[in-house]
C-alpha cells in the first residue's frame, strides 16, 4: 500500500496591526485569530511542525505543539517578504505619494522592488529552496519508512499569506499574476500530499 504524505499549510490569523504591509515587521495575533487557527486544526494530527520565526507564526506554534511530544523547527526562510520603507504602511497610504511605484510592484515585482525591501526573486528563491527541501529530503525518507506514530506521516507548517502562495505557485508552476489568483485568508488550512514521487493538491484554503 502506498503511503501519503501530506503537508498542511495553516497561514496565521489575523494581527492586531490590521491591513497593511505586514512582511519582517513583527505583529500579534489578536485573541479571534488565535482561536480560528486551533478551531481549523482539530482532528488533525502531525508528526511534526515547521514555523516562521516571526510573532504571529512562531508564538502560535509554540502553544500548539505543548504536551503533543513533537518536534517544532523554526525555518528562517518562512518568513514573509520584506518590504522595507513601505513596512507597516497601507496601500492607500503608500498610494497617495508613491503611486507610479506601487503600480509597478503590483504589475511586474521581480523588476520593481520597493525602497529598501527584499527583492521579489530573493524572496521566491529562499521560499522555493526550503519548500523543495521539504519535499526532496523528509517526505521521500518518510514515505519510505513504517510509520507507528499516532500523528501519522503529515507535517504542519505554519506561515504567511505570500509564503504560502508562492508554495503553491511553486508546484503549479505560476508566475505571479497567476500566483495572486489565488486566495489564502487568515487562519485558512491547504493541504499538499506526496507520494510515489507525485505532489498534489488535495484542498485550499479551508476555514472554519
Same mark, same amino acid.
Given at each position: 500500500?502506498?503511503?501519503?504524505?501530506?503537508?498542511?499549510?495553516?497561514?496565521?490569523?489575523?494581527?492586531?496591526?490590521? +491591513?497593511?504591509?505586514?512582511?519582517?515587521?513583527?505583529?500579534?495575533?489578536?485573541?479571534?485569530?488565535?482561536?480560528?487557527?486551533?478551531?481549523?486544526?482539530? +482532528?488533525?494530527?502531525?508528526?511534526?511542525?515547521?514555523?516562521?520565526?516571526?510573532?504571529?507564526?512562531?508564538?502560535?506554534?509554540?502553544?500548539?505543539? /505543548?504536551?503533543? /511530544?513533537?518536534?517544532?523547527?523554526?525555518?528562517?526562510?518562512? #518568513?514573509?517578504?520584506?518590504?522595507?520603507?513601505?513596512?507597516? #504602511?497601507?496601500?492607500?497610504?503608500?498610494?497617495?505619494?508613491?503611486?507610479?511605484?506601487?503600480?509597478?510592484?503590483?504589475?511586474?515585482?521581480?523588476?520593481?522592488?520597493?525602497?529598501?525591501?527584499?527583492?521579489?526573486?530573493?524572496?521566491?528563491?529562499?521560499?522555493?529552496?526550503?519548500?523543495?527541501?521539504?519535499?526532496?529530503?523528509?517526505?521521500?525518507? /518518510?514515505?519510505?519508512?513504517? +510509520?507507528?506514530?499516532?500523528?501519522?506521516?503529515?507535517?504542519?507548517?505554519?506561515?504567511?499569506?505570500?509564503?504560502?502562495? +508562492?508554495?503553491?505557485?511553486?508546484?503549479?508552476?505560476?508566475?505571479?499574476?497567476?500566483?495572486?489568483?489565488?486566495?489564502?485568508?487568515?487562519?485558512?488550512?491547504?493541504?499538499?500530499?506526496?507520494?510515489?514521487?507525485?505532489?498534489?493538491?488535495?484542498?485550499?484554503?479551508?476555514?472554519?
Amino acid at each position: 500500500m502506498q503511503k501519503i504524505y501530506t503537508i498542511d499549510l495553516l497561514r496565521h490569523g489575523k494581527t492586531t496591526a490590521g +491591513q497593511c504591509f505586514l512582511g519582517s515587521t513583527d505583529a500579534d495575533l489578536t485573541e479571534s485569530g488565535v482561536q480560528k487557527m486551533h478551531k481549523v486544526l482539530q +482532528q488533525n494530527n502531525y508528526s511534526r511542525v515547521i514555523s516562521s520565526p516571526l510573532k504571529r507564526c512562531a508564538d502560535f506554534s509554540q502553544a500548539y505543539i /505543548k504536551d503533543k /511530544k513533537i518536534p517544532l523547527i523554526i525555518e528562517n526562510d518562512l #518568513r514573509e517578504m520584506n518590504f522595507g520603507d513601505w513596512e507597516g #504602511r497601507t496601500s492607500a497610504e503608500i498610494w497617495e505619494t508613491q503611486q507610479k511605484q506601487l503600480s509597478a510592484f503590483w504589475n511586474d515585482p521581480a523588476n520593481n522592488t520597493p525602497p529598501n525591501a527584499e527583492p521579489y526573486t530573493d524572496f521566491t528563491y529562499r521560499v522555493d529552496a526550503v519548500f523543495l527541501k521539504q519535499i526532496e529530503t523528509y517526505c521521500k525518507e /518518510k514515505c519510505s519508512e513504517e +510509520q507507528n506514530s499516532e500523528q501519522g506521516n503529515n507535517t504542519l507548517i505554519i506561515a504567511h499569506g505570500g509564503v504560502i502562495r +508562492q508554495m503553491l505557485a511553486c508546484i503549479l508552476s505560476l508566475n505571479f499574476q497567476q500566483a495572486q489568483k489565488i486566495h489564502i485568508d487568515y487562519a485558512s488550512l491547504s493541504r499538499i500530499e506526496f507520494c510515489d514521487g507525485h505532489l498534489s493538491i488535495r484542498f485550499l484554503n479551508h476555514r472554519v
